[in-house]
């Protein structure tokens, strides 16, 4: 009963919130959310292990960081592009100090302080360009962060979760201050990156197996909410609701279709305990075609 609520309360709430934008022919949305994309930004590191693995899982080739298998929850508003590269970066930072770091990166900051928004109507609704959020890691950086209803980090989500129905409206407040755990400085808790780039689709497996996960982008479509198990691949006449970001943190195969492993921002009570499979190698719903990340800053 309690995941058919929460299927029913992301469903209604999506359709409230797109009821005028949707649309059946979406083939030009990537062009308007990347024509501010750096075409030059690229990975500038050499990649170390150039074996492709036949199957890989982020959390087991790096179980210090528990932040890779966590599963947050962003309310089913237009914010997963902040929840999912927020979270990238708290993985890859843990990462690169080899556990030394080891906790979220405020989703709160970076969507009341960025002055990044996804765009709102029309096709490209729920896009953002990703590229300007790395360029915010690197210039701004990110305070520590939490879960909602929790003092965990310096600034904590505000952001209720699905499921719940809101008493207030939430409205993005900037503050240069830490309110969630107070004994934090502000000013010293910054976490920055120092390069960010777009991945082809080529180097996609090489870069999550060396560095840690990546973000992508993709169409989300009607049946993608009742998503339970298996790989998923969308039904022919599903109609676009928007854009959704989310974490790519593996691959493999599954009665002989090969499949991408992803953690969404819907919480674990949605798909398989909150992360999902996703057909791999045909650009299922241009998961493909959009993909960033950057190098963390090491102290």
């Known amino acids: 009963m309690a ?13 409230y919130l797109t009821e005028q934008t ?19 930004a690229r990975n500038p590191r050499y990649v170390l292990d150039t074996k492709v693995h036949k199957e890989f899982d982020a959390r087991k080739r790096w179980p210090k960081c528990k932040t890779i298998g966590e599963v947050l929850n962003d309310g089913n508003n237009l914010y997963s ?12 930072k843990c990462i690169a100090t080899n556990g030394v770091f080891n906790q979220f990166l405020s989703t709160e900051e970076l969507i009341s302080c960025s002055g990044i928004k996804a765009i709102e109507n029309g096709i490209s609704k729920g896009g953002v360009d990703q590229l300007r959020v790395w360029e915010y890691f690197k210039s701004h950086g990110l305070v520590s962060g939490g879960k909602y209803n929790t003092d965990d980090g310096c600034q904590p989500s505000k952001i ?19 309110y969630g755990n107070k004994t934090i400085d502000y000013n010293h808790d910054h976490s920055k990156v120092s390069h960010k780039y777009k ?18 982008q993709f169409f ?51 798909g398989q305990n909150g992360l999902f ?23």
Not at 22 to 40: C, F, P
Not at 248 to 259: A, F, K, P, R, T
Not at 285 to 299: D, F, H, Q, V
Request: glycine share 8%.
């Open 220 to 270: 989300l479509y009607y049946d993608f909410y009742l998503y339970r198990n298996g790989v998923y691949s969308k039904t022919e006449n599903s109609k676009f609701v928007r854009w959704q970001y989310a974490k790519l943190i593996g691959w493999g195969v599954e009665n002989g279709v090969d499949y991408w492993l992803l953690v969404n921002s819907w919480g674990k009570e949605w």
């Open 199 to 216: 991945i082809s689709y080529e180097d996609i497996q090489k870069e999550v197996q060396n560095y840690g996960p990546v973000s992508v």
């Open 22 to 40: 949707i649309i059946s022919d979406v083939g030009t949305i990537m062009l308007e959310v990347g024509e501010n994309v750096d075409k030059n």
């Open 3 to 15: 995941k058919i609520l929460f299927l029913a309360s992301i469903m209604l709430l999506s359709f």
């Open 160 to 178: 209720l979760p699905i499921g719940n129905l809101p008493t207030t409206l939430y409205k993005p407040e900037c503050k240069n201050r830490c």
């Open 81 to 92: 592009w902040a929840y999912a590269n927020a979270a990238i970066f708290s993985d890859r």
């Open 277 to 299: 499979k996703i057909k791999r190698g045909t650009n299922e719903c241009s998961i493909e075609t959009a993909i960033y990340a950057g190098e963390p800053e090491r102290k």
